[in-house]
């Protein structure tokens, strides 16, 4: 027996209807006729920051994650911007993104699930009741004893409303331009808002690569990354979701984590949480192995069997020194939290890693000759 769809949200399709033809096709007709004065513009660059930083730094890292701490006054801006960016409350959306995790690709669980397609896991999703999407007040009691969010799920709209309509036509009569505020601060603003959160579940699951992992759908894409504010590294965030950084390495484009990295500095948010080096290094190993090993197995058989033992045998050489590595790591970091005790014993320790680095340094030369080899 076939069950009835659930119920079609004729009121988010409206929202997502009335602000992208409005935000995309008539906010262009006004500029092109009556121009925006160089006030809308900053106004505009201002406001898409804090709506789309307010999602990625708040809702998503900070909320959702956990992945560091923040002040009162960063975590009142964030719920702000929640309101402003117009993607339901906090609790809403975290309820929702931890089930994502949970349950990732399973089309039953996960909200938006890749497996569902592309169009459904970019917006399709939000525009029936679906059982997978209903808030679930037992995963969020962390959030929900915030009385900043709390506050935030009770007044929603009316907070919405204001920032969106009152907020932005304020801001645009400043200029003059009362209309022009409302079109370019607050249709054009929020369409392109929304679209470009959503490509991280989307496009995100969709398009790039997987070098931590390939048991789910996500993906690394730096185009991706350019477009949602760092969040396109979305294949290192589901291996390390508790990692408050995206984009792992330094030249990644990811905003969200220098925002998060300037606020530690200004004493603004502490306890940023990351992957030990080890762990991130162990599963990237593990999916270069996966891919030589696939690409040497297309070789003549003698040959595919003679590079394949090679390869098992430098991949079980690495594993070994990182894990040492690691384990002397640990034994440094215990010792140094003990300060002046056995200084000389850390001295020592020290030097049994300097020695086992350079190991490593040769191993990793040896490695890549292969991954050359065969890429
Ligand atoms: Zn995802
Ligand atoms: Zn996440």
């Known amino acids: 027996m076939s069950q009835a769809a659930p119920r079609f949200r004729w009121d988010v399709l409206s929202i997502f209807a009335i602000t992208g033809v409005t935000g995309l096709l008539v906010t262009p007709w006004y500029g ?5 004065s160089g006030w809308l513009w900053m106004m505009f660059v201002v406001m898409l920051l804090w709506n789309g930083l307010s999602i990625t730094a708040g809702y998503h890292r900070l ?17 702000l911007g929640g309101a ?7 609790w809403v959306w975290c309820s929702n993104h931890r089930r994502h995790h949970r349950f990732v690709d399973d089309d039953a669980q996960d909200p938006y699930s890749a497996g569902k397609g592309l169009v459904f896991s970019h917006i399709g999703w939000m525009l029936r009741d679906h059982p997978a999407s209903k808030l679930d007040e037992g995963n969020i009691p962390d959030l929900m004893a915030d009385p900043i969010l709390a506050w935030q799920h009770q007044h929603y709209w009316a907070a919405s409303f204001s920032l969106n309509v009152i907020l932005t036509l304020a801001l645009g009569a400043l200029a003059g331009d009362a209309i022009g505020g409302l079109l370019l601060l607050g249709f054009t603003r929020l369409a392109l808002c929304h679209h470009t959160t959503f490509f991280i579940n989307s496009l995100a699951h969709f398009w790039g690569t997987q070098p931590y992992s390939d048991r789910n759908s996500a ?6 990354a350019l477009l949602t504010y760092g969040e396109g590294f ?32 200004a004493g603004l948010a502490s306890r940023l949480k990351t992957a030990a080096p080890e762990k991130i290094e162990l599963c990237r190993l593990a999916m270069q192995r996966k891919h030589l090993v696939r690409s040497v197995s297309l070789l003549p058989r003698i040959d595919a069997e003679v590079w394949r033992s090679r390869i098992e045998e430098e991949y079980a050489q690495l594993n070994a020194c990182l894990h040492e590595w690691a384990r002397l790591r640990q034994q440094w970091l215990a010792l140094r939290k003990g300060q002046l005790q056995q200084r000389w014993e850390e001295t020592e320790l020290r030097a049994r890693m300097r020695e086992l680095e350079e190991h490593l340094a040769f191993h990793k030369h040896q490695w890549r000759f292969f991954t050359a080899q065969f890429a």
């Open 32 to 36: 092109l006729t009556h121009g925006f």
């Open 234 to 265: 979305h294949n290192f965030h589901h291996t390390f979701a508790w990692d408050y950084r995206n984009g792992l390495k330094w030249y990644q484009f990811d905003p969200t984590k220098w925002l998060i990295q300037s606020l530690a500095l």
């Open 63 to 79: 909320w959702a994650h956990r992945a560091y701490a923040a002040h009162r006054i960063i975590r009142w801006i964030f719920a």
């Open 219 to 224: 993906r690394d894409n730096g185009i991706v």
């Open 84 to 90: 402003l960016a117009v993607q339901n409350s906090a």
